[in-house]
């Protein structure tokens, strides 16, 4: 059975209410003191409506819907656009679980939106009362509510079935049900979970007639839809053919700021935003505002010294390769209505609460990884719902950018006139070649398109079947009924029926299944979040042991062993590929390599993969024990190794590899690193060497953004959530002070020392005295100094028998260390080195090692 509602969400008074996404609760207005002594519908509606009365708020008539529907014990398909609220039902839908003593979970797509709703409902409800689970931590993981991804949920729904302890489940963002690589996760708990109450929420769903009548069916409750709703801020739309600068010209001077400029590469947003410097976005009196929020905010990389001169002209860059601090930043300047514009990627639709009145797409195509195509119905409404923010705009405006050669046409007609002749003479500007059409009866069509109906992307794998049969019980039937029950069509049922079985054969091959006439059994015991944090962690663990203790780069081979397990940081390693492609090209131009060799030669060439052989033999031994690990490709790289080994400071790295518009995927990857390392990395392993390896990484990242690591502490360390306070400031709390982590700093000193080696190795003086001129130690005595030692040894060695420990000589004191670099000549004699102070107030203050030598030569 399904019901359909409908419902306009108007103010009684014919006013748009506030923004009732966005609400917060205070001290004066706790919600559990609203709790009913009674699970009767009627008092648990009256009650919560009476809360968000004493919030200055009144519920739309959409939100009372939902709301009673939920109350009743119905599921909800809330499909609503944008700003109607969708946020404030889901707080009801646990406070009506928490009136019945029934457990609720929250789940999203992503672990930031999970974690900001977290401490949201943490405010909400007091922190006894909510609990996150992601593949990280746990934290308060018995509390009636709980939030965590789909796929947490997921994997708990496949492990115990029915029986899973959640009895209301609220899915935000839903269309990810469609997602052809994860939308799996969306579609199990409705499989399994079946006695509970459904709440699934998107602006964007389409038809859901199939899901809503399914969902019934398993469930044995009603499922209402409520959807058709208008919005509280109405939307307007237009399409431009004059010049981009021209139409954001006039979106400024029409007061319809702030301006969401959409582009669909981050390289376009970051131009976008550059050339719009010339433009006057912000009077003087925002400009001078902004500078004092922003004042002492620390701008620490070459992408953040880019993005406060932008934002101090009023001009805002969001996309997902920023620092989050710098992400956050511009987040908390919008909300304060400090930025007129903003310039960033489609990336932003994903629960981000930024206000904005207009949205301005520069194109209506997109690369979707594999091909350019046109924007999906739901895509285009997703983006353009953003626009408009309800109690502050009557209307949001929508604006699609024409292409640049219907743009440049438009004028050239502009410019004819009314003269037949003149235009009979335009020459009209073509398409570019490969340009995949599109123009306004596109963007018509798009306006009055419904999102496209949600397609099944069930998915059977080793690891959901090991969970299938750890829940013991009655497997064959449980696996049938994944297989044959889902919501896919006949074939492609029969096709994932014959990937499970492929799967049971060779996981009873391997030993790690039985069967015993019709009992079906595990012969190994699952860890508790098996298949959800760093899937081949077992692997690496078992790895490990294949790495000699005793050979001179035993820390870094077991970094590579940790860093074939993470995911791969796509953008570091093509542009570690192309670096790699352009030194061999100039070494076999110089060995006169002709240009068809020299091509086919460097197809082989790519991005580093230590230990690779070794990894690939192990991994397929393991496989065969434990095939369950194959759903999880294992991929060798070098990404901390590469900047450990170079010597690198983060802002370095970035700028070698010429990183800085993917700045954030480097930083969050060297956070995974550390936290794997942290967690996976057993105590008895972790020599001095080692030790220290894993302290510099993790004060490496603390220092570029402590926000990653500071959220993971926080979660992983329960009694802080206590304190926790939404954070609101525009300038985040200093890094402690760089010497602090002695361990941390010595890596830092010592790869100060190194880079200085490796530049000595390859006689760049005049690198050696950029680095060491202000210390009075500049190229011209920096040569002399080689020419001394290459005088007597042919080569300075830059391997592991180079960074042993015994090579460095450290005298720790005081504010003021002595150290000495040993070179590794090729004699073995070690009777050469580079002297040096290292001044640790100046170190703090310059945020990296500060070293002056003073001497190199014999020891």
């Not at 019945?100 to 789940?107: E, F, L, M, N, V």
């Not at 091909?371 to 699609?400: K, N």
């Not at 006139?417 to 995949?436: C, N, T």
């Not at 670099?821 to 090729?826: H, R, S, Y």
Request: charge should be negative; include cysteine.
């Amino acid at each position: 059975m399904t019901r359909t509602l409908t419902g306009r969400p108007t103010h009684p008074s014919g006013v748009a209410s506030p923004h009732l996404d966005s609400i917060t609760m205070t001290a004066d207005a706790a919600l559990l003191d609203r709790l009913p002594k009674t699970d009767d519908a009627d008092s648990v509606f009256e009650a919560f409506e009476a809360w968000v009365s004493e919030t200055g708020l009144r519920l739309y008539p959409a939100q009372e819907e939902a709301l009673i529907e939920i109350v009743s014990g119905a599921n909800l398909i809330l499909s609503t656009p944008t700003g109607t609220g969708k946020s404030l039902v889901a707080v009801g839908a646990h406070f009506a679980a928490m009136a019945a003593g029934r457990r609720s979970y929250y789940t999203a797509p992503i672990k930031a939106l999970v974690s900001e709703k977290f401490f949201t409902l943490v405010d909400t409800f007091g922190a006894a009362n909510v609990g996150m689970l992601t593949g990280d931590s746990a934290v308060n993981a018995d509390a009636p509510i709980i939030c965590c991804t789909a796929e947490i949920l997921a994997n708990q729904a496949l492990r115990r079935g029915p029986d899973t302890d959640v009895d209301v489940v609220v899915m935000d963002e839903f269309h990810f049900y469609g997602d052809q690589d994860r939308g799996w996760a969306w579609q199990v708990p409705l499989l399994e979970l079946t006695r509970a109450q459904f709440v699934l929420m998107s602006a964007t769903l389409g038809d859901t007639t199939v899901i809503a009548t399914d969902l019934s069916r398993r469930t044995g409750r009603p499922t209402a839809s409520v959807t058709g709703v208008e919005r509280p801020v109405p939307l307007q739309y237009y399409y431009e053919t004059t010049p981009a600068h021209e139409t954001i010209d006039d979106l400024l001077a029409t007061d319809r700021a702030p301006v969401y400029i959409v582009h669909f590469s981050q390289a376009a947003a970051l131009e976008r935003a550059q050339a719009l410097t010339s433009a006057k976005v912000a009077t003087r009196v925002q400009r001078d505002a902004i500078a004092e929020l922003i004042g002492e905010f620390r701008f620490t990389t070459a992408f953040g010294k880019t993005l406060s001169r932008l934002i101090r002209l009023g001009i805002g860059v969001h996309h997902a390769g920023m620092l989050p601090k710098y992400r956050r930043l511009v987040e908390t300047l919008a909300q304060r209505g400090m930025l007129r514009v903003i310039c960033g990627t489609d990336t932003l639709g994903v629960g981000i609460n930024v206000p904005i009145r207009t949205v301005l797409l520069t194109a209506l195509t997109k690369y979707d990884g594999q091909r350019m195509r046109q924007l999906s119905a739901r895509e285009f409404h997703q983006i353009a719902g953003r626009a408009g923010r309800a109690g502050f705009d009557t209307a949001g405006t929508v604006v699609a950018q024409a292409p640049e050669h219907e743009t440049e046409n438009a004028r050239l007609v502009a410019k004819a006139g009314d003269d037949p002749k003149k235009l009979k003479r335009i020459v009209r500007k073509k398409a570019p070649d490969g340009f995949v059409s599109w123009g306004e009866p596109s963007f018509r069509r798009l306006i009055d398109a419904e999102p496209e109906p949600l397609r099944s992307h069930m998915q059977i794998t080793a690891a959901m079947l090991i969970n299938v049969i750890g829940r013991g019980g009655d497997v064959f039937g449980n696996v049938r009924a994944l297989v044959f029950e889902n919501h896919e069509p006949a074939a492609r049922q029969y096709a994932l029926a014959r990937r499970a079985l492929g799967i049971y054969r060779t996981l009873r091959a391997s030993g790690i299944v039985k069967q015993d006439g019709d009992a079906i059994t595990l012969t190994v015991d699952l860890q508790p979040d098996f298949a959800l944090n760093q899937p081949l962690s077992p692997f690496a663990l078992a790895a490990f042991e294949l790495i000699e203790p005793t050979s001179p780069g035993f820390a870094l081979d077991i970094i590579s062993v940790l860093e074939s397990t993470l995911d791969d940081p796509r953008a570091i390693l093509s542009q570690q590929e192309f670096i790699a492609r352009g030194e061999a090209v100039a070494a076999m131009k110089a060995d006169g390599i002709e240009y068809d060799e020299r091509m086919e030669l460097l197809e082989q060439v790519s991005y580093p993969r230590p230990l690779d052989e070794l990894l690939g033999a192990a991994y397929e031994m393991y496989a065969a024990e434990q095939p369950w690990v194959r759903d999880f490709a294992l991929s060798p790289k070098s990404v901390v190794r590469d900047m450990y080994e170079r010597a690198m400071s983060f802002g370095e790295y970035v700028a070698f590899y010429r990183l800085a518009r993917s700045e954030g995927v480097v930083l969050r990857y060297l956070s995974d690193a550390y936290r794997t390392a942290r967690q996976t990395i057993p105590p008895e392993l972790r020599d001095e060497t080692l030790t220290d390896l894993i302290e510099w990484l993790g004060e490496l990242v603390r220092q570029v953004d402590s926000s990653l690591l500071d959220e993971w502490n926080e979660l992983a360390h329960p009694d802080a959530v206590q304190h926790h306070a939404l954070e609101t400031a525009v300038v985040p709390p200093a890094p402690q002070r760089l010497t602090t982590n002695v361990r941390a700093f010595r890596v830092l000193v010592r790869n100060e020392l190194f880079r200085r080696v490796q530049a000595a190795a390859r006689e760049d003086v005049e690198s050696l005295g950029e680095l060491d001129a202000e210390a009075g130690f500049g190229a011209e005595r920096w040569g002399e100094a080689l020419d001394a030692y290459f005088a007597e040894y042919d080569a300075i060695g830059t391997g592991a028998d180079a960074r042993a420990s015994s090579l460095l000589q450290l005298e720790e004191g005081g504010r003021s260390w002595h150290v000495r670099q040993v070179f590794d000549d090729p004699a073995g004699d070690h009777d050469w080195a580079i002297t040096a102070d290292v001044d640790l107030d100046a170190s703090d203050e310059a945020g990296f090692a500060v070293i002056r030598v003073t001497a190199v030569g014999p020891a």
